[in-house]
């Protein structure tokens, strides 16, 4: 059932991102009178599940078979069909071959136009309708948590991240993220009431880009409840309990309490109890897992100030596109990442199977809404790129022939459109290796 949720939630994101790129294309061509025979929902090689032609209309709409995208054919344009019998006929008056070059600029640049769009009308809809909630790193008063690559590069338990390369980080969950997108080489953190810098060896950064977790949230070890069947229900413990001490030891931290828990297996310990002004002292014992028998409560709002934002219409779009801007230019140091191969960030590139990966198991709206907001950005960028078959090759195309008022052969545009598709199967081939290697990991 999980699995059939993730591919719901892929299919209709993809299919929303799909229909909003090709109207943009088909939008600004119908503009300027360009005649469009095709809009498609998925491709139809062979056969469509569905099709139809309005009276009067030039244009078959319909739902293919493949579900690998889609596409709008516009009249007298070299793209992926390769018409080149329609290509050999004189030009018409409604074909976009015979239109002024800023005119097809505008029809290829529809697409991801009408896609960052999107973004900006989600991330608005989404801040109005939720608001957001984070956790300021400033906040985060107990300091992060490392894993085993963390500690490699020089972090300890408890350290206070501040910035990196002197770029102070607002949010704490984006401490991992903004240290690998940023090939980041210090890192300034609070240790023991001390400023302390941090090298960042940069052979390290594959290992973040591909370690995830490195920075985890260290809390109080607060008792949410104890069930009847724990081998410490009769101990006394009660919801809310905070242990601060153990043998006599100061531990009050999830993290440091499950450590020194994992040395006392089978054994009893001595805890200190603090609840609310009183302290207890309580004698337990741990299991052969090196459990206590209790429910820690993760709730980060008993501890932490978290801070929670809420807009209005109007302070919704600006805000929405704030993000859908600072996502962008995320997005493009990530890309810098993946054609760098030192960082060996090719290896995280994913088909569909990972997208599926990062929609939730269970259907949230927020979430949902988010990923495809993201995703909308990341589908414009990467049609932006200067590579023949995608919207930036054309463009890059139509800039070339706007500034030496020279148009490209049609026998040019072919054999780049050949080259481009034969990058973009590459792509997928490469993508569809490494979500299959992961698969079988």
Request: charged letters at 20%.
């Amino acid at each position: 059932m999980d699995i059939i949720i993730k591919i719901l939630q892929v299919v209709l994101a993809l299919s929303i991102l799909v229909l909003v790129h090709e109207f943009g294309h088909f939008f600004f061509a119908r503009l300027f009178k360009i005649k469009v025979e095709k809009f498609y929902l998925f491709f139809d090689p062979w056969f469509s599940l569905f099709k139809y032609k309005p009276k009067n209309s030039d244009t078959e709409y319909g739902i293919g078979w493949l579900p690998l995208g889609g596409y709008c054919k516009i009249s007298g344009m070299i793209d992926e069909s390769m018409d080149k019998e329609a290509m050999q006929l004189p030009p018409q008056p409604w074909e976009f071959r015979s239109k002024p070059a800023w005119q097809r600029f505008f029809v290829m640049f529809g697409g991801v136009f009408f896609n960052f769009l999107l973004a900006i009308l989600i991330y608005s809809a989404t801040l109005f309708t939720w608001g957001e909630e984070y956790l300021k790193n400033e906040d985060a008063v107990y300091g992060v948590q490392c894993n085993d690559l963390a500690k490699e590069i020089g972090f300890v338990n408890g350290d206070k991240i501040i910035s990196f390369d002197g770029e102070k980080i607002e949010k704490f969950h984006e401490l991992q993220m903004i240290m690998a997108r940023n090939q980041a080489k210090t890192a300034s953190v609070t240790r023991a009431d001390s400023i302390v810098d941090v090298a960042i060896d940069p052979v390290y950064i594959p290992a973040v880009l591909n370690t995830p977790g490195m920075f985890s949230l260290r809390a109080p070890f607060q008792i949410l409840a104890v069930s009847d069947s724990s081998h410490n229900a009769g101990a006394g413990l009660m919801p809310y309990d905070r242990i601060i001490a153990i043998d006599s030891v100061e531990a009050f931290i999830v993290q440091d309490v499950q450590s020194i828990l994992q040395e006392h297996k089978g054994d009893t310990i001595s805890v200190t109890i603090q609840r609310g002004a009183e302290r207890l002292e309580k004698t337990l014992f741990v299991d052969n897992d090196g459990l206590i028998g209790v429910a820690v409560d993760g709730d980060v709002r008993q501890f932490f100030n978290v801070t929670t934002e809420k807009y209005s219409v109007l302070a919704a779009v600006p805000a929405g596109a704030d993000k859908a801007v600072s996502t962008i230019r995320n997005y493009l140091k990530e890309l810098k990442l993946i054609f760098s191969p030192k960082t060996e960030a090719y290896k995280s590139v994913g088909s569909f199977i990972a997208i599926g990966n990062i929609f939730p198991s269970s259907w949230d709206w927020q979430i949902f809404w988010n990923l495809t907001a993201w995703l909308s950005i990341m589908l414009a960028v990467v049609n932006l790129l200067p590579i023949p078959a995608l919207d930036g090759g054309h463009i890059l195309f139509l800039i070339y022939e706007i500034v030496t008022r020279r148009k490209p052969s049609d026998k040019v545009l072919e054999y780049a459109q050949v080259a481009g598709m034969i990058i973009l199967f590459a792509i997928m081939f490469l993508a569809f290796g490494n979500d299959i290697y992961r698969l079988f990991k």
